[in-house]
């Protein structure tokens, strides 16, 4: 199985140690989302927009512990999208996102110029 990540899990952020048993595949971005920052982290919400992150191939005790991670108390909901590995699970943020800065971008790794 493959997921698609668009901040903290990505490679030399904070959470990329989640990623260790995971094969990257590449780089890819994802039409129709806007990208957030939560603060130490992003949430992508369905929007007018693009989301730059990576692919990875996964084994189902890595996509457990992530599940673990992202969608415990209802922040984060997975849902499968369609990339140029194969589909793909992605963790949308499920709450409003009023207040939070939009990273215009659509890319985490650009965060500190918004």
Do not use: C
């Not at 901040?7 to 959470?15: A, D, E, I, M, T």
């Not at 692919?55 to 991670?69: G, K, M, P």
């Amino acid at each position: 199985m493959r997921i698609f990540v668009y901040g903290s899990l990505r490679r030399k952020q904070g959470n990329s140690h989640w990623m260790t048993n995971a094969q990257w595949l590449g780089d890819h971005s994802v039409d129709n989302y806007q990208l957030y920052s939560l603060g130490h982290y992003p949430g992508a919400v369905p929007g007018d927009g693009t989301v730059a992150g990576e692919v990875y191939r996964i084994d189902a005790s890595t996509l457990a512990e992530l599940d673990a991670l992202r969608t415990k108390g209802g922040e984060y909901a997975r849902r499968l999208i369609q990339t140029p590995y194969g589909s793909a699970w992605m963790y949308v943020y499920q709450r409003p996102v009023d207040g939070f800065t939009r990273i215009e971008t659509g890319n985490w790794l650009d965060k500190d110029k918004f």
